[in-house]
């Protein structure tokens, strides 16, 4: 166990926290990009949905991480490899729902809106897999990708390969691919994922809180002790 003393110095705690990450979600490589996409490509992969985790949107345009995540779900749907995208992600940082944000784009972009799934209750990474599973679960679809940059999908491996019986793909942004679509650049209007009587989680939680929630202490495990998802 790892005890985080109230003076230590600020890398020292980001470098136990690090470490923590590390050794609940097990994981520290993924494989290429390049070679997921193209493997997918050749064996005619076809997932009923994909999973897209959220990021804050600031109310005046997407982030370059929102961007590089909802093209990437663009580009998945288009060549066919996703029949529909889940978007996952409440109003945790600011006060526009992440989920509706990136649907709103997503639509500009040409994925049709019954296409598009919406998961609103996550606030943390392993939260927006866990409610997306269990949407995909009533939505009555059998095979499902975490789609993401390389970086969030290391850190969540561990996790999806570990707590979910029916096994979860990772599809990594191929960054390469991504650069061919980066002239898309649709506007919104996104007072329609506007929440009202907003406070952010800063607000609601403390950090220590947060770091539980972002390690997957929330979820609300449907068999107890168990903490796994029954298969699909």
């Known amino acids: 166990m790892i005890t985080i003393q109230p003076h230590a110095q600020p890398a020292r705690i980001a470098a136990a926290l690090l470490a923590l990450v590390l050794s609940v979600t097990g994981?520290?490589?993924?494989?290429?990009?390049?070679r997921t996409y193209r493997e997918a490509v050749a064996r005619g992969r076809c997932f009923d949905a994909i999973i897209v985790p959220g990021i804050p949107f600031d109310g005046a345009a997407w982030s370059n991480?929102?961007?590089a995540r909802v093209l990437w779900s663009y580009i998945l749907y288009r060549k066919g490899i996703a029949?529909?995208?889940?978007y996952s992600g409440g109003a945790v940082y600011s006060p526009?729902?992440?989920?509706?944000?990136?649907?709103?784009y997503a639509c500009k972009l040409g994925i049709p809106p019954e296409r598009i799934f919406y998961d609103t209750l996550a606030e943390h990474s392993t939260e927006n897999v866990f409610y997306s599973y269990e949407l995909?679960?009533?939505?009555?679809f059998k095979s499902i990708a975490l789609a993401t940059g390389y970086n969030q999908a290391i850190l969540l491996k561990g996790f999806v390969r570990k707590r979910f019986l029916t096994r979860i793909g990772i599809l990594p942004i191929y960054e390469e691919l991504l650069e061919e679509y980066s002239h898309l650049d649709p506007v919104i209007d996104p007072s329609p994922a506007r929440k009202e009587d907003f406070r952010s989680i800063t607000e609601r939680e403390s950090f220590l809180e947060r770091f539980r929630g972002t390690i997957g202490k929330r979820i609300p495990w449907k068999n107890g002790g168990?903490?796994?998802a029954e298969p699909l």
Not at 136 to 140: E, P, T, V, Y
């Open 96 to 104: 526009y729902v992440e989920a509706r944000i990136m649907g709103l």
């Open 27 to 34: 994981c520290v490589t993924l494989r290429n990009p390049g």
């Open 65 to 67: 991480t929102m961007k």
């Open 226 to 228: 168990k903490r796994r």
């Open 83 to 86: 029949k529909n995208v889940i």
């Open 136 to 140: 995909a679960r009533r939505l009555g």
